[in-house]
């Protein structure tokens, strides 16, 4: 399987709290920047519809669990049949009872385990937000594509995908979007 992420980023780079919550990390001030237009989430649902399996990093998970985990089948939605019938694996050492179906957890050797799930045949294995999981897997190879659905917002605070410092590494543009708003979806492969 091929290992994509999605994320969405303001301008500045933030990707912490695009949509209105709070988590563990406490209450984000900011929280609620990311509106999607009909163009956008299109985009969005055609990508879980090419998914085989999610990854998540234990905040994002929880945050899934609680929220499209729990909402009933609206009946038209390919992002809520892909995370209700789609395996999910969680990376994370202190989750020990997930209890949306089809989760396993992840713990031991991630990255053996990761390339294990890679190397399975199928489409897509995907990671949506989980920002750590994602600079994580970033700065070991194991993304092959990047989704970034930018927003034409400036948050001015908050977690950022990138890192202040770090490696520099080069990235091939593969597709490019924009919608109505002013979204835009960019694609792209490390090289």
Not at 52 to 70: N, P, Q
Not at 166 to 190: E, H, K
């Amino acid at each position: 399987m091929k290992l994509t992420t999605t994320t969405q980023v303001s301008v500045d780079g933030v990707m912490q709290g695009p949509g209105a919550r709070d988590d563990e990390l406490g209450v984000f001030e900011r929280s609620g920047w990311a509106h999607f237009d009909n163009e956008a989430g299109k985009v969005m649902d055609e990508i879980y519809q090419r998914a085989d399996a999610f990854l998540f990093g234990r905040l994002t998970y929880k945050h899934f669990a609680a929220t499209w985990g729990t909402w009933d089948d609206p009946g038209n939605s390919p992002i809520w049949t892909a995370l209700h019938t789609k395996p999910k694996y969680v990376a994370s050492t202190t989750l020990t009872d997930p209890r949306w179906v089809h989760t396993t957890v992840l713990s031991g050797n991630l990255m053996a385990t990761i390339r294990e799930l890679k190397a399975k045949p199928g489409g897509e294995l995907q990671v949506h937000g989980s920002g750590a999981l994602f600079r994580w897997l970033f700065d070991i190879g194991l993304i092959d594509e990047i989704n970034l659905f930018i927003f034409p917002v400036i948050v001015g605070l908050g977690t950022r995908l990138f890192p202040d410092t770090g490696r520099d590494s080069a990235l091939q543009l593969v597709g490019s979007q924009s919608t109505q708003t002013g979204i835009t979806v960019q694609v792209y492969r490390p090289t």
